[in-house]
């Protein structure tokens, strides 16, 4: 029979395989530091490490931007658990995890477990520091969105999506959004520095 530890490891080895071409800041190396804060958030929130561990490992492995637009992230991770033998209750504990933790669901997702919110928070604060800065600029570049439009100002919702409106329309507001006193006490500096980034940024191009 399979240790915890076990499973975890052929899980990851399965992420590496399965999201290796994907970039935009939604690839493997996203999913690493996901489940490393998961960790992290874990060991000071308490909480069933496995659940999180493989939440964290899972939680994209279907993103609906790699997809057609379809999120099969919770499709991908109940397929992949049952082939590794996991038991049933631990499936569905993952699964409804993936389902309801990303941030464009917030309105209709269904209440998360203790280890729902920490894997949710592992996630939103990967999008936060000099990480989440880099994230932005990567997406752009892959989908084709602007960072910057001269004369366009970032904190109006209806000017056109750059990266610096991606700023206020989300990243700024995720402290706000996190679940438990570890994350948020990570939040602080990384959205310090984003601030910092952002104020620089503005007076270096606009003057």
């Not at 496995?50 to 994209?60: G, K, M, Q, S, T």
Request: aromatic share 6%; glycine share 8%.
């Amino acid at each position: 029979m399979k240790t915890t530890l076990e499973i975890v490891d052929e899980v990851a080895s399965i992420i590496h395989q399965r999201m290796a071409g994907q970039q935009a800041g939604h690839g493997v190396d996203h999913v690493r530091r996901v489940h490393r804060n998961a960790c992290e958030i874990q060991a000071a929130s308490g909480g069933d490490r496995f659940v999180v561990e493989l939440a964290a490992w899972l939680h994209d492995v279907g993103d609906a931007k790699f997809h057609d637009g379809v999120e099969r992230s919770g499709e991908f991770s109940e397929e992949i658990l049952c082939q590794l033998g996991v038991e049933p209750a631990i499936v569905q504990h993952v699964v409804h995890i993936v389902d309801n933790l990303s941030f464009r669901k917030r309105d209709s997702a269904e209440p998360l477990s203790l280890e729902g919110q920490i894997v949710q928070d592992a996630d939103r604060l990967d999008a936060l520091g000099a990480i989440g800065i880099v994230r932005t600029i990567e997406y752009g570049a892959a989908f084709g969105q602007p960072f910057h439009l001269s004369g366009a100002d970032p904190t109006d919702p209806n000017s056109p999506k750059t990266g610096m409106r991606h700023f206020y329309d989300k990243l700024f507001r995720l402290k706000g959004l996190l679940n438990t006193d570890a994350a948020r006490q990570i939040a602080e500096q990384r959205e310090r520095f984003m601030h910092s980034f952002v104020d620089q940024y503005r007076r270096e191009s606009e003057g």
